[in-house]
């Protein structure tokens, strides 16, 4: 996470756990299909049914690098990421909701000593994480104005 004096929220760079995001990505996929076809989200609103957690998990484990990197980066996906970690951290946590990050950014790029993002026993290096990924936080601070 990431707070800038000059602004009154917090962002975050996440690292994802790319199964978690595989999975996270089959359930988008499923729903923007239903929705194209008029219809509405595949689990209704509610906890999905066999049938179609089923079909997500096989969408997961078949997903292709493309279309993971596609959807990282597509605003409705990262919206319902953020909405996610919001719950997440509203009923989760003890972070405030100034604490709360207001917008993300899924790397891509996975951290490690080898890209000196991590030192070698895998804490992060923050300023250099910061310089690596400096036009995306700009980008998520200038996206509020």
Not at 7 to 24: D, E, R, S, Y
Request: glycine share 4%; hydrophobic share 40%; net charge neutral.
């Amino acid at each position: 996470m990431h707070a800038d004096s000059k602004h009154p929220f917090v962002v975050a760079l996440i690292m994802p756990n790319w199964k978690v995001v595989k999975g996270l990505a089959a359930v988008y996929l499923a729903e923007q299909e239903e929705k194209a076809k008029g219809g509405s989200s595949p689990s209704g609103g509610n906890a999905p049914n066999a049938e179609t957690r089923s079909m997500i998990v096989r969408t997961a484990s078949q997903m292709e690098p493309d279309t993971v990197e596609k959807v990282r980066t597509e605003p409705a996906f990262v919206a319902k990421v953020l909405a996610e970690l919001q719950d997440f951290c509203r009923k989760e946590t003890t972070l405030s909701r100034l604490e709360t990050p207001a917008r993300i950014y899924l790397c891509k790029e996975e951290w490690s000593p080898a890209n000196e993002l991590l030192t070698a026993a895998l804490k992060i290096k923050r300023f250099q994480i910061l310089h690596f990924y400096a036009d995306q936080v700009a980008a998520m601070y200038a996206s509020a104005e």
